[in-house]
């Protein structure tokens, strides 16, 4: 399984982006998916999850700004953000939970910079 990151980039503050994660294999919905992003000098941290039922939840701190979306068929999982600040400046990085006895999987990152 590959996921495969793409969207991030400069952007100024109160701008927007809308990252993109594509996913190898053919049983993509059945999945719970997530994006988690790292800031230098930080840990990781949680941004966004969607169900395989289109459940979604958001940290609080992007909520209001940022929505997570799935798109099944075409094996995507997206992140608007909207209203971006400079401490939404990480590495996005997405994932895809495990689900019963198959492991978790990670996408590469991409690097969002928000300029003040």
């Known amino acids: 399984v590959q996921l495969q990151a793409s969207g991030g980039g400069l952007v100024q503050t109160g701008g927007s982006l809308k990252l993109s994660c594509v996913a190898s294999?053919?049983?993509?919905?059945?999945?719970?998916l997530g994006w988690y992003r790292q800031a230098p000098g930080k840990q990781r941290e949680w941004v966004a999850s969607?169900?395989?039922?289109?459940?979604?939840n958001h940290d609080d701190s992007v909520k209001g700004r940022f929505t997570i979306s799935r798109d099944n068929a075409k094996n995507t999982v997206y992140l608007q953000m909207n209203s971006l600040k400079p401490e939404d400046t990480a590495v996005y990085s997405c994932?895809?939970?495990?689900?019963?006895?198959?492991?978790?999987?990670w996408g590469q990152g991409t690097l969002v910079t928000v300029s003040s």
């Open positions: 994932r895809r939970f495990a689900l019963g006895k198959v492991k978790d999987y």
């Open positions: 294999g053919s049983t993509f919905s059945r999945y719970a």
């Open positions: 969607i169900t395989s039922g289109g459940a979604s």
